[in-house]
């Protein structure tokens, strides 16, 4: 079982064995990814959506036997979701059993707040693991700026105090992949404290790789002309920009329909797979002089 400083023993041991979970990681990414293992040190991803922040950290997890551990930021999210919180009702029945007994409300304090009472977050999950693990805040750039100050504790020392309790710190530290489409700039603290990743929509010889090795049935000649076709609607001013993960789907959905042939006719019918607002899809039309 490889440790927790050593989640890959190579940049090219990491595209290789990224390679076998469907993955495809170019040198820049397998050398981070291999980098992030080997120094400890949290990774942030940034990038459009869909580009494979968020598959990253799965194949990771899937390639070096780990548990996946995911937090999935949103506006809002609090130190109760993230972290941990006290199982009230729990709680107060405990306190509720012990009235008219001689326990003294010290000691009922004292056994109230112990790990029986205690609701793991995903933060605290992943640091209180002794197994591999890879934790995921995805789309940390959702998140209100007071977050990452419950951040900096965890990817500073890979630890969180408890007050009741006292500081719990990492056994063995977790694989951490921060993820963020940009939506708002992270503050210097958190970026200092992690590896950085760039990720952006892949030309179109790695896109065919990519859609070819996970729709094998996809003739090539319709991969080629399919990629075109993204490639082309990714320059549009569009809401939603086609992912690589829509890419994806519109080849299976080709191979659904046995379409042998992407012409106009075949883009139009099938638009609603890759672009998901109505008007995108009638932009695409106009742009691409599509006929259905």
Known sequence: MPQP??????????AT???EAGYLADATTATTAYLAGALEKPLLVEGPAGVGKTELAKAVAKVTNAELVRLQCYEG??????????????QLLRIQSSQGSDQEWSATHDD?????????RPLLTAIRREELTVLLIDEVDKTDVEVEG????????????????????????????LTSNATRELSEAVK????????????????????????????ERVAVRLVETISRLRELELKKAPSIAESVDWARTLVALEIGELDE???????????????DQAKAVKELRLRS
């Open 77 to 90: 999210l609090d130190e109760a979701r993230a972290l941990y919180e006290w199982n009230y009702k729990k």
């Open 17 to 19: 064995r990224l390679a």
């Open 150 to 177: 419950l951040l900096l504790e965890v990817l500073s020392d890979f630890q969180v105090t408890i007050p009741e309790l006292g500081t719990v710190s990492a056994v063995r530290r977790p694989f951490v992949v």
């Open 112 to 120: 109230i707040f112990t790990d029986e009472f205690l609701l793991t």
């Open 192 to 219: 200092r404290r992690c590896l950085y990743l760039h990720l952006d929509y892949p030309d179109a010889e790695r896109e065919r790789e990519i859609v070819t090795s996970q729709v094998p049935d996809l003739e």
């Open 5 to 14: 400083s050593s989640w890959f023993s190579s940049p090219a041991d990491a």
């Open 265 to 279: 006719k075949a883009i139009a019918d099938t638009l609603g797979v890759v672009l998901k607002h109505a008007s």
